[in-house]
């Protein structure tokens, strides 16, 4: 939905495009130069997710200590007992979790290690750690088949706290980082807190406090 609109809106997107420099002139971000093309701006948005502290370094800029830890995800085959209404279960002891994906299950053993922004691999010791462990703390799943296995990077501040607003060091230069695992569920709010503050407001339409909880001059 937010990409149609933004392209009925005149936005222009473009995939597979590496950000190889960014320009400043009398400390402002001037323009952005890519694999695709270079871009005059007047504003950057440095959302970049785990790879944001490198995008930070080509503007001349410390990454305010971004740290980025693999997780894992694994996804049964599908079961034909599983019924849409169960609920989201978390083992907090034992730091193991499953939901419904249709009529599959998706499983994660909340692992968190620290990984460079590259693509990150799955680990087979990750996934014979989810098999041991899944009969001791789910009993009614020790059977269950992994059919899909995958792994993404969470990346957060030194304080976990989500990095937003304008970096005081240079103008025109704007982080959304640092979203840890809440970057998809909480989308849609950090977008309109980032967007209320680009537009000059002070985050506090959005939420309360917000603007000054998240800024990222708290980290220099």
Not at 90 to 101: A, E, G, P, S, V
Request: one cysteine or more; charged letters at 20%.
């Amino acid at each position: 939905r937010y990409l149609s609109e933004a392209r009925e809106a005149g936005a222009t997107v473009l995939t597979g495009a590496r950000v190889t420099s960014i320009v400043a002139s009398g400390c402002r971000v001037t323009r952005v130069e890519t694999t695709q093309g270079g871009f005059d701006v007047d504003l950057l948005v440095n959302a970049a997710g785990a790879w944001a502290g490198q995008v930070a370094l080509l503007a001349g800029l410390t990454d305010l200590q971004l740290a980025s830890y693999r997780r894992h995800l694994f996804v049964t085959r599908p079961m034909p007992a599983i019924e849409p209404a169960w609920p989201w279960v978390w083992d907090l002891k034992h730091n193991l979790y499953f939901r419904i994906d249709g009529k599959r299950l998706t499983l994660c053993l909340c692992d968190e290690d620290e990984h460079q922004p590259t693509p990150p691999v799955v680990s087979p010791l990750v996934a014979a750690d989810l098999m041991a462990k899944l009969p001791l703390v789910f009993p009614a799943l020790g059977a269950v088949t992994i059919e899909e296995s995958r792994a993404g990077l969470r990346t957060f501040a030194p304080d976990c706290r989500f990095v937003i607003g304008h970096d005081p060091r240079l103008s025109g230069f704007f982080w959304v980082a640092g979203l840890g695992g809440s970057g998809a569920t909480a989308g849609a709010a950090i977008g309109e807190l980032a967007a209320d503050l680009i537009q000059g407001g002070d985050g506090e339409r959005v939420a309360t406090n917000a603007a000054r909880h998240f800024d990222p001059a708290r980290l220099l």
